[in-house]
C-alpha cells in the first residue's frame, strides 16, 4: 500500500526537521563523538544483515548517492570503502548532522538538502543509489524512485528499502497496541512484496529480500518490553527461517538499470 493522503512535502520536511531516527538511544551530547559512534553501534545492531547484503567496501573510486541519508550512518560507511560519496535528505537538521559526522571522521562528502522527489543531479550521474527507509515516507514514492532510476548509470545499481505490510512487526504492534517507530509521521506507508515490485518496474532486474527479524529493543521499557525482549525474540528466532521469512519487517530491493 502506498502512502497516500493530504501530506504534502513541507509537512514531510517539518517532521523529519524535528525526529531523526535513533537520538534517543544515546545519552552523549549531540553531534559529539560520543553521540555518533551510538548511532552507528545501534544502527547496525538492529539492522546487521546490512552487512552482509551490502557491499560498502565495494565501491572504491565510485560514484555514491544517498537519497534520505539522515546523519550520514549508512553513507560514512560508503566513504570510509573509498567512494565518491553524496547524500540529500529533506531535512536541514540531518544534513547539518551528518556534516558534524563526515568532519569528524575526517572524510569528504557532498551533503545537499535536497528533495528525493526532484533530485538536483543530471541523467546517468552515480554509479550507486541508496535509498533506506526512505521511499515509505514521501508524498510521492512513485516520483522518488523514478528519480533514482533518472540519475543512475546504465548498469548500476539502486538498493531500496521499505516496510513490509504483512510482517511481524506489523502484526506485534496492533496485537500489544505499541505504536511503530514514526507512526506519526505525516506519510507511512507499508507494501506487500507485490506492491514493492510493482514500483519497481522501470528497473531490467529487481531482487527483493524479507529482512529484519527480531533483535531486542533499547527503545521499549515496561512489561511489553520485557516480553518482547525476554520470550518473543528467541522464540521467534527459533522458528526455521524458511517458514517466517517473508514475515521480515524491511523488504529491501536490488535492482539493476
Request: aromatic share 12%; net charge neutral; with cysteine.
Amino acid at each position: 500500500m502506498s502512502p497516500s493522503g493530504s501530506a504534502t512535502t513541507a509537512d514531510v520536511k517539518d517532521y523529519w526537521n524535528r525526529h531523526i531516527h535513533d537520538l534517543e538511544i544515546t545519552r552523549h551530547p549531540v553531534g559529539s563523538p560520543g553521540f555518533f559512534a551510538d548511532l552507528d553501534e545501534y544502527h547496525f545492531e538492529k539492522l546487521h544483515h546490512l552487512l552482509r547484503l551490502v557491499d560498502f567496501d565495494g565501491y572504491r573510486g565510485k560514484q555514491v548517492l544517498e537519497v534520505g541519508c539522515g546523519a550520514g550512518t549508512d553513507l560514512v560507511r560508503f566513504a570510509k570503502g573509498g567512494a565518491h560519496v553524496t547524500g540529500v535528505d529533506l531535512s536541514s537538521s540531518a544534513i547539518a548532522l551528518a556534516r558534524q559526522n563526515f568532519a569528524q571522521h575526517g572524510l569528504e562528502a557532498d551533503l545537499r538538502e535536497a528533495d528525493g522527489e526532484r533530485l538536483p543531479f543530471a541523467n546517468d550521474s552515480f554509479d550507486l543509489v541508496y535509498a533506506h527507509g526512505v521511499v515509505q515516507y514521501t508524498p510521492d514514492d512513485r516520483a522518488l524512485v523514478r528519480e533514482c532510476h533518472r540519475v543512475l548509470k546504465p548498469g548500476g545499481q539502486a538498493v531500496f528499502q521499505v516496510y513490509n505490510r504483512i510482517s511481524w512487526l506489523n502484526a506485534l504492534s496492533k496485537l500489544m497496541k505499541v505504536p511503530l517507530e514514526h507512526e506519526d509521521a505525516p506519510v507511512l506507508g507499508r507494501y506487500s512484496a507485490a506492491e514493492f515490485r510493482a514500483l519497481l518496474t522501470e528497473f531490467k532486474d529487481v531482487r527483493v529480500v524479507e529482512e529484519r527479524f527480531p533483535v531486542k529493543s533499547r527503545l521499549h521499557g515496561g512489561w511489553k518490553g520485557l516480553a518482547f525482549n525476554t520470550f518473543f525474540v528467541g522464540t521467534f528466532n527459533a522458528l526455521p527461517r524458511a517458514l517466517v521469512r517473508r514475515f521480515g519487517w524491511h523488504l529491501l530491493a536490488f535492482c539493476r538499470k
